[in-house]
């Protein structure tokens, strides 16, 4: 537990926080312990960069003294957030969504410390209430505290229709059950904060709304869930439920978060290697590194300040910057193996042991496997081997640290060493090709 700020205090000083229902009525719930959450959508096998934020909101809760609550979105996750989309999301079947569930599980693991490990944070699933839903009653006992004026007032909804992009029915009833997740959350677990990003700020706000009307908030006694802890009264009429969000962060640049030329920067090891991780953390641009010192470590403001003053090489406070989110993120060796690559690969010319890698048999020796460009493809340096070739012909591909002119280029056995061959897509991108006698 942190014991010297309280949590909004951190939110604030560090850039957290954007919006606020109460500010000053949160304070005040927030001198006893409380129960906070916030959903994530089972939309991919991970969650990437543009989530770490509220990740880290939620880290920074637990240490706090409050209760997080990671959201599962099995239900919603069925119909698609209309939010900040052009388009509707292409909707998964159960199978497709557990197994996206499964991955992301993984990612909160290095973040929070859960009930039966230590910790107070839960994991949940909104199908659990999602599924059972009667549609009639769901509509006559919900749906008629919804204005549809109101909604389609809403970002998520007004900006799709102004851009004459279609949106579904079954989209429009997301903000419905997402106020819906808040009300059950409330009813079982005793939550009385959602934090999402600032484009879920209506979403978040019908949802308090919806939480505060009083026949919702009454439980039969005998009927307690084991994890209530507060009395009975806490949920008559005016238990107030609050709503935060974080701002919609870009670089300086105004890149999206979390996005880069080659993709998506994951969460999990299995799809983006550890030193790829912290490749994209080194390579922050100059006017965001305290920003990102400040949301995506936990290194004291002071320390931050002294690292990123004027005076100070802004190279070496990159290098902290991905030291200190790859061990959040993947663990101190993780972070040491990939700092230690990057120093043998850039300062000293070698490939070093984290980098991605490709095997290549004594037979694919012998065929196209072993083209230049089509390894840049499998390495994901390359969307096409079209594109692999105009890298090469732009002298943007190396073998071994020597250009590589010739789109027809393909690896002999005298290209490695010891049994490996590097391979660099410009200044920043390394790979090892390793051949197999097999």
């Known amino acids: 537990m942190t014991a010297h700020k309280d949590f909004l205090a951190i939110m604030r000083e560090r850039g957290f926080l954007h919006q606020c229902t109460d500010e000053a ?6 001198e006893g312990a409380i129960t906070a959450y916030i959903g994530f959508d089972c939309t991919a096998p991970s969650l990437h960069v543009g989530s770490l934020m509220q990740i880290m909101v939620l880290r920074w809760l637990q240490k706090c003294g409050h209760r997080p609550i990671v959201l599962m979105g099995g239900g919603t996750t069925k119909i698609g957030d209309p939010s900040g989309k052009d388009e509707a999301r292409k909707l998964l079947d159960d199978a497709g969504i557990a197994a996206n569930m499964a991955g992301i599980k993984n990612v909160f693991k290095s973040y929070l410390q859960f009930e039966g490990e230590g910790g107070n944070a839960l994991m949940l699933n909104n199908d659990d209430w999602l599924r059972n839903l009667n549609y009639i009653e769901f509509l006559r006992d919900y749906g008629r505290h919804f204005s549809v004026n109101r909604m389609m007032s809403m970002d998520s909804v007004k900006l799709r229709l102004e851009r004459e992009q ?5 989209e429009f009833n997301y903000m419905i059950l997402q106020a819906y997740d808040f009300v059950e959350l409330k009813k079982r677990y005793g939550c ?3 934090i999402g990003g600032s484009d879920q700020w209506g979403n978040i706000v019908m949802g308090a709304e919806l939480g505060r009307r009083d026949y919702f908030l009454k439980l039969d006694p005998t009927d307690r869930h084991p994890h209530i802890e507060l009395e009975t009264s806490e949920y008559k009429i005016g238990s107030q439920l609050f709503g935060l969000t974080t701002p919609l962060i870009t670089t ?6 979390g996005k880069t030329a080659a993709g998506a920067v994951w969460l999990n090891a299995d799809m983006l290697s550890p030193f790829d991780y912290w490749q994209f953390w080194r390579n922050t641009e100059d006017g965001d590194v305290r920003k990102f010192l400040l949301l995506f470590t ?10 990123t003053a004027k005076d100070k090489n802004i190279n070496e406070a990159k290098k902290v910057l991905a030291n200190e989110a790859t061990k959040l993120c993947h663990g101190t060796q993780a972070a040491e193996e990939a700092a230690e690559t990057a120093r043998k690969t850039f300062e000293e010319g070698g490939a070093g042991g984290a980098l991605p890698e490709v095997t290549l048999s004594a037979r694919e020796l012998q065929d196209d496997a072993a083209l230049v460009r089509t390894l840049l493809v499998r390495l994901g340096f390359a969307e096409s081997g079209g594109e692999a070739k105009k890298l090469i012909a732009g002298n943007g591909v190396r073998l071994n640290d020597q250009p590589v002119t010739d789109a027809g280029r393909k690896l002999a056995a005298s290209d490695f060493i010891d049994g490996i061959a590097k391979l660099s897509k410009g200044k920043k991108h390394h790979a090892r090709v390793r051949w197999s006698e097999q």
């Open 25 to 30: 009525g949160l304070a005040k719930a927030m």
């Open 252 to 257: 300086s640049s105004g890149a999206k978060m």
């Open 192 to 194: 009385r904060l959602q």
């Open 298 to 307: 936990e290194l004291e403001v002071a320390e931050i300040d002294a690292i």
């Open 166 to 170: 279609n949106l579904s029915f079954l």
